[in-house]
Structures are given as structure tokens and as C-alpha cells.
């Protein structure tokens, strides 16, 4: 009889079964899965997944995956690919998808596997594959080899061979694997945990949001068209004093308002004041350091200096005789200026250019007033000889004088008559 039947016949028990009761009828199917493993393996297969599960110095899921991949390999030639899909070695090893490439990670780093890169294999479709190997430390480690077999392989092989080449693609055991991560071994036990929250969507924590519920309005918002982030900095100061923030939140997802918009818009109107109080404080430093300075245009038709309070600018064109002054509004254009190189700084040469044509400028002015009043004097000598004789009236003069008397002589009559006075 065996032990089974023993534990159900209550033999060797204190508190022997009934057989009578009814939950003495068990399941004898899974009181054999319970017992013993139904998988027959071969007894050097056996062995290795055992070697593997008591190898103290690794994790206790570098382990688990270790006995999965001595399950699987070939044990006639244990230095072959493993033909395993990814589902079916986080299924014998009971572990998810994130924590069979920590596996993985530990694995390799403890120098029993191999991961070669990733290859594409035309023959069979366009997708790629990479496949596992075990090295001759993992090999002998679970006695699939000798440990001279080994040594002679260690001893033969050259830096070059292709087994000891470092994988350039490994996935990163933080990022979960797309639709296969939902195949978690036991499921009904795994629970995925939240990533790491946008940094924008921190602030949410400190108004009783949790982390689970911030991604599950990341999704609303999707569904509603809208992205959370936007919709948190536009309405951020009425949540911040908002009653309800949670509701309120939810509410603001399903109202037709582009928030995206507003945020550019209001990014924008930032990074424009942004810029324009950079540019005042360069404008600033720049007639700073011009302060008391003299200045010239690329003609040297102009002199600019700048007052010592940097306030006032004072423009001398050579063209007139005296100078203009700017007390607003000037620091602007003349830092564009010279910027631009249409202003320059004081030199010699400019300065003798500036001279010579103010000297120009004022012998070409010189000029005509003397002309003007060689002419004036030519008219004030001839003057005389046109008034020595009587003037003339003409007969249109003597019209117009009589038309002034007679009506002068009526607004006289008409005036006197009105006023009560003697005509």
C-alpha cells in the first residue's frame, strides 16, 4: 500500500479518517500532484535542476530560473541554444516577466549564462531571436560535463569565440514587456505596481491623490482626449483651493476646453517676458560698461557719447551746429547699433574723419550767408534811387480808396441812428 493510501486508509495516524465522512473523498488526482511531480525526467536532468535550486551563493530567483533553464537545456550537448520561449521559462520558474530578466541580470553576472545579441533569421520570419546558452562553469556546476572536459575547453578557447562575446541587447528589468507581462505565474497572486509619476504630476500627492488613482486619470484623460499634465498645470491654482480636488479634477476631463493650447499659450507669454527681462538686463550691462564713452557711425558723419550716469546720450551730426540729446528710449536701438557694427568705439581716425567734415559742413554753411548779405547790401543802395520821385496813384488805387470812404461814411450814419444819437 502506498503512502497515499495509507494517509486516506488513516493508518499510522493518532486521529484516524472516517469513511464515513464525506470529505474523505478527495481529489486522489491532485493529492498525487501534491505528493509528487508527475513530469518524468531524465535522472541527469534531475540532478541539475536539483544542483541548481541548492546553489546558496545566488538569489533565490537566480535559482528558480537556473533550475527552469537546466530543465530545458539538451543534456548531449549542454552548450547549445536553449529553444525556450520567455512564457514558457517564466512558467517553470514561476517568476514574472520584470523579475525573470533580473534573473537574468544575475545570472550572467555570475558568469552561468550567456546572451548572445539579438539576430534575425530570414528563413523563418522577419522577427529576430536570441537564444540562451549555458557556460562550462554553469555546465559543470550541475554536472552535465566533466570538470576536465571543462578545464580542456577553457584552455582551447581563444579570446575571439563567439561564446564569450559580451551581449550589446539587454532589456532593462524596470520596463514592463508589453502585452506579455500580463502573463504573471500564479496571476491571481500578482499585482503590478505603479511606475514612477511624471514630475509635473508630483504635486498631486500633497493633495490626497494616491499614485494608483493619478494613473487612473491618466487614463481618463486619454480617453477624453486630453493629457492629465495639461489639464493639472492650467488648473492648478483653483485645485490647489479646490473643496473637492479629486471630483473637481475628474469634472475638468470632461469639459470641452483645450487645455493643451492654453498651457502653450501661457508657456509662450512666459518664455516672452522671460526674454524680454533678459534682454533689458543685457540692454543694461551694455551701457553700463559704455558709460563716459565716445562713440562714432561706420560714415563718422555722427559722434554719440554716453553720459557718466549711462542716462542721457548726446548725438553731434557733423551736418549741423548743434547737438541732439536722448534722455528716453535710446538704450535699446544704440546697444542694436552696436551690436549690428554701425556704431563703434572712438578711435583716432574716426575722430579726424568726424573733424574734416564738420569743418566742411561749416564752409559750405559760411558760403551762402555772405552771398546773402552781399545781396542785401546791393539792395539797400538802390533803394533810395527808386523812392526819389512821387509816388504814383493808379486808377484801380483810386477805385478801391473810394469804395472804403463811401462805406465808412454809412457805418458812421447807420451807427449814430440806432444809438439814439444825431445823425
Avoid at 495516524?13 to 481529489?27: A, I
Avoid at 522577419?126 to 575547453?153: N, Q
Avoid at 557718466?308 to 536701438?333: I, K, N
Wanted: aromatic share 6%; glycine share 4%; hydrophobic share 40%.
Amino acid at each position: 500500500m502506498s503512502i497515499a493510501q495509507r494517509l486516506v486508509a488513516g493508518e499510522g495516524n493518532t486521529h484516524p479518517f472516517d469513511q464515513n465522512l464525506p470529505y474523505v473523498h478527495l481529489d486522489k488526482e491532485a493529492l498525487s500532484q501534491f505528493t509528487c511531480d508527475t513530469t518524468n525526467l531524465p535522472w541527469v536532468i534531475f540532478r541539475a535542476a536539483f544542483r541548481a535550486e541548492h546553489l546558496s551563493e545566488l538569489p533565490a530567483r537566480a535559482r528558480a530560473l537556473l533550475a527552469a533553464l537546466a530543465r530545458t537545456v539538451d543534456a548531449d550537448r549542454p552548450y547549445a541554444a536553449i529553444f525556450a520561449r520567455r512564457e514558457l521559462l517564466t512558467g517553470r520558474a514561476l517568476q514574472s516577466m520584470r523579475t525573470f530578466y533580473r534573473s537574468l541580470d544575475d545570472l550572467e553576472s555570475a558568469g552561468l549564462i550567456h546572451r548572445p545579441p539579438q539576430k534575425r533569421h530570414g528563413e523563418v520570419g522577419l522577427f529576430g531571436r536570441a537564444y540562451l546558452h549555458l557556460t562550462p562553469k554553469a555546465a559543470a556546476l550541475l554536472g552535465l560535463v566533466a570538470v576536465k572536459e571543462v578545464e580542456s575547453i577553457t584552455s582551447a578557447e581563444s579570446p575571439s569565440d563567439e561564446t564569450h562575446v559580451v551581449p550589446l541587447d539587454q532589456r532593462s528589468a524596470k520596463v514592463a514587456d508589453g502585452a506579455i507581462y500580463k502573463d504573471l505565474s500564479p496571476s491571481a497572486f500578482q499585482k503590478r505596481q505603479p511606475g514612477q509619476l511624471p514630475a509635473d504630476l508630483q504635486r498631486l500627492l500633497s493633495l490626497g491623490f494616491r499614485k494608483f488613482l493619478i494613473f487612473k486619470l491618466m487614463r481618463e484623460a486619454q480617453h477624453h482626449g486630453k493629457r492629465l499634465s495639461d489639464v493639472v498645470d492650467v488648473a492648478w491654482a483653483h485645485l490647489e483651493v479646490a473643496h473637492a480636488p479629486i471630483a473637481y479634477l475628474r469634472k475638468l476631463l470632461t469639459v470641452p476646453v483645450d487645455f493643451a493650447y492654453q498651457r502653450r499659450a501661457r508657456e509662450s507669454d512666459q518664455q516672452e517676458a522671460q526674454a524680454g527681462q533678459r534682454d533689458a538686463e543685457h540692454v543694461q550691462e551694455t551701457i553700463a560698461r559704455c558709460a563716459g564713452r565716445l562713440f562714432f557711425d561706420t560714415q563718422a558723419q555722427r559722434r554719440l557719447e554716453v553720459s557718466a550716469d549711462h542716462a542721457v546720450l548726446t548725438v553731434l551730426d557733423a551736418r549741423e551746429g548743434r547737438p541732439r540729446v536722448s534722455v528716453t528710449s535710446w538704450q535699446a536701438e544704440f546697444v542694436a547699433a552696436l551690436e549690428s557694427g554701425n556704431v563703434t568705439a572712438a578711435t583716432p581716425e574716426l575722430t579726424e574723419r568726424f573733424e574734416a567734415q564738420r569743418m566742411q559742413a561749416v564752409q559750405g554753411r559760411a558760403a551762402p550767408r555772405a552771398h546773402l548779405r552781399s545781396a542785401e547790401a546791393e539792395s539797400t543802395v538802390a533803394s533810395p534811387a527808386r523812392d526819389a520821385g512821387p509816388r504814383q496813384v493808379t486808377p484801380t488805387a483810386a477805385d478801391h480808396l473810394t469804395r472804403l470812404r463811401t462805406m465808412t461814411v454809412a457805418a458812421t450814419f447807420f451807427a449814430r441812428r440806432f444809438s439814439g444819437g444825431t445823425p
